[in-house]
């Protein structure tokens, strides 16, 4: 049996918003509502989705940030008294069909207009720790170890609702997305994902010479 092809099911764009973190106003983009019309993903970012936090958000490794529909029940059930929305978790594109444990860092999809890669993992934060109500989140949403994945833009263009994602590229040396968020928060690193994550040029140089650090 075939499996379903990854589809975007909603297109989700944040304005700035302001939350009190330590007696002072902070910025944030995290709050992502749908909206019918089509987004254009860019080189550095989604257009008109507001990044409120350049430092940690947007850029090339972190143009555009994806979630998977599946993994909304699991955190409804364990916080139903939110406002649930696609967008929930702070996505641009909220995707049916997405399994982290069959796709590839690296790898390149058309969908759209568009030409995308899988780059790096969610790494979850105070902001994301601050929607959800709760510090307690941030260990959840590692321990759970479905983090979404964000994508850079190959090639330019827009998307939109019933975009299927058609596989154009997979490295030769894989790790998925499911392998490679475990990978950077367990002690306990495998030695040949960590290899090859080091390896892969759709993670930022940075991260790749930190993670480098772990090889024995």
């Not at 998977?68 to 409804?76: C, D, H, L, R, T």
């Not at 058309?110 to 934060?125: D, L, M, T, W």
């Not at 260990?139 to 330019?156: C, P």
């Amino acid at each position: 049996m075939l499996d379903p092809p990854m589809k975007i099911i909603s297109t989700n764009i944040g304005k700035q918003t302001t939350f009190l973190w330590n007696g002072k106003e902070e910025p944030t983009g995290i709050h992502k509502k749908p909206v019918e019309t089509p987004i254009y993903l860019t080189k550095n970012d989604v257009l008109k989705d507001e990044v409120s936090d350049r430092l940690h958000h947007g850029g090339y490794y972190k143009a555009c940030y994806l979630f998977a529909a599946e993994q909304y029940p699991y955190w409804k059930n364990l916080y139903p008294d939110l406002d649930w929305s696609w967008g929930m978790f702070g996505e641009n594109l909220t995707v049916t069909g997405f399994d982290e444990k069959k796709v590839f860092l690296g790898a390149r999809y058309k969908v759209g207009e568009a030409i995308v890669q899988i780059s790096q993992y969610r790494e979850p934060c105070h902001k994301f720790a601050h929607k959800f109500g709760t510090q307690a989140v941030i260990k959840q949403f590692i321990d759970h170890g479905m983090g979404g994945t964000y994508l850079s833009i190959i090639e330019e263009g827009n998307v939109q609702v019933g975009d299927e994602f058609t596989l154009l590229e997979v490295p030769k040396d894989k790790v998925t997305v499911a392998e490679l968020f475990r990978l950077i928060f367990t002690k306990n690193k495998n030695q040949d994902l960590l290899k090859i994550a080091v390896a892969s040029k759709a993670i930022p140089p940075k991260k790749r010479f930190l993670l480098a650090k772990f090889i024995k």
